[in-house]
């Protein structure tokens, strides 16, 4: 399932011209580690991101949000970010809705590709508020 995810995120992204994030993320409110593909899609006047992170033996969340950019200097660009999430609890029946916010930063290192860090917070229903935390990731972006 997740192999037809990422190659279907990678596909709408290409076809749209739009870019693929592909990170590394650390959720410290359960310290376990997994990854982040997200891709950024105009529509209309709108840029939307959705996201997919999956940490092993734990969740795959499910989001779609809107960043802001805040600064841009040469080749680093700071922008704001905020969310929908649906949140599939792995090894339990549990999943629900929440809300995410973050922070985060990207260098180009050539036209097409730039580096990438981040920090989200989540928050979500009761039901699944043993997930509530902070994420770090870091990774690559790629323009198509």
Do not use: C, P, W
């Amino acid at each position: 399932m997740k192999k037809v995810i990422i190659s279907s995120i990678i596909a709408i992204a290409s076809a749209a011209h739009a870019n693929v994030d592909t990170s590394i993320v650390r959720d410290y409110g359960i310290n376990q580690t997994g990854v982040r593909i997200a891709t950024g899609l105009k529509v209309g006047s709108y840029d939307i991101e959705g996201t997919v992170t999956h940490i092993d033996d734990a969740y795959t969340r499910v989001g779609v949000g809107k960043k802001y950019q805040l600064v841009t200097r040469n080749k680093l660009s700071v922008n704001a970010s905020v969310g929908g999430v649906y949140q599939d609890t792995r090894h339990s029946s549990v999943n629900g809705l929440g809300l995410s916010a973050g922070l985060g930063a990207q260098y180009a290192l050539t036209n097409n590709i730039s580096a990438i860090a981040s920090v989200e917070g989540f928050v979500g229903q009761d039901r699944i508020g043993a997930f509530d935390g902070n994420t770090v990731a870091v990774g690559l972006k790629v323009k198509f």
